[in-house]
């Protein structure tokens, strides 16, 4: 079995972020990108499924930008078989970014694709939904746990209040997974760079990403910072305060 595992950076959001001149979207300029949590765990999913005899090939793609090669290496210093980095026009929304992953799966073909069930910068979480819909394949998202069955997959589906729901999928299909079976493993530096000496980034076209489609910035502003906290001694400093405001 064949995976492809789509992969994006997103700002790391330890640094401090700050507004552009136009108000509508984020100073790239010193921002530091990182590989999207949810993109991580979609991989390690897919490692783990290679290495239990399920998958035969992880293939790795990602849309051409700073660091992308970086990143690329990265999945395969920890395993993955393939690297594609996708060039051509930039995507602006989730619909686009989907369309040229699908275009690109529909050139290099596979059995399953995991994707990341969410990134911190795309507002939606729709990317494994509409990249389905573009290839004409099921669907299902907010996976914790996968299980190849023949042609069929066997998943974990999360759902708010902790509730968990098997399901069945035939194959082929996309996952957006939201948590690997165990943490995202570790690529030392070393082995990036030995994978760097020795292996060589595929490349291929984000094809025709269409008019696009989802939400538009209207604006942006950092969080208005309000007054600081005050710490109360006792229950009847807060009883006093709420007297003092006239609400009880």
Do not use: W
């Amino acid at each position: 079995m064949k995976i492809i595992v789509p992969l994006k950076q997103v700002p790391d959001l330890v640094e401090d972020l700050e507004v552009d001149g136009s108000g509508k979207a984020l100073d790239t300029d010193d921002i530091k990108f990182k590989l999207n949590e949810y993109d991580d765990h979609a991989l390690e999913e897919a490692l783990l499924l290679k290495e239990e005899g399920a998958a035969t090939e992880v293939v790795v793609m990602a849309i051409d930008g700073d660091e992308t090669d970086k990143m690329l290496y990265t999945a395969l210093a920890k395993g993955a078989d393939k690297a594609i980095k996708l060039t051509g026009d930039t995507p602006h929304d989730t619909h686009q970014l989907a369309q040229a992953f699908a275009n690109a799966a529909k050139t290099e073909g596979c059995d399953l694709i995991l994707a990341g069930v969410q990134s911190v910068d795309d507002r939606d979480g729709q990317l494994g939904p509409v990249l389905a819909t573009y290839l004409g394949l099921p669907c299902i998202s907010a996976v914790a746990g996968v299980k190849v069955q023949g042609s069929s997959v066997l998943v974990n589906k999360e759902y708010a209040g902790g509730m968990v729901a098997e399901f069945e999928m035939d194959l082929p299909g996309v996952l957006g997974i939201q948590a690997a079976r165990q943490t995202p493993r570790y690529a030392p530096v070393s082995k990036v760079r030995q994978v760097q000496d020795s292996m060589s980034l595929a490349t291929g076209s984000t094809g025709d990403l269409g008019a696009g489609a989802g939400s538009e910035i209207a604006s942006m502003a950092p969080p208005e910072k309000s007054g600081s906290a005050t710490m109360l001694d006792s229950a009847g400093d807060l009883l006093e305060i709420l007297k003092e405001k006239g609400v009880i």
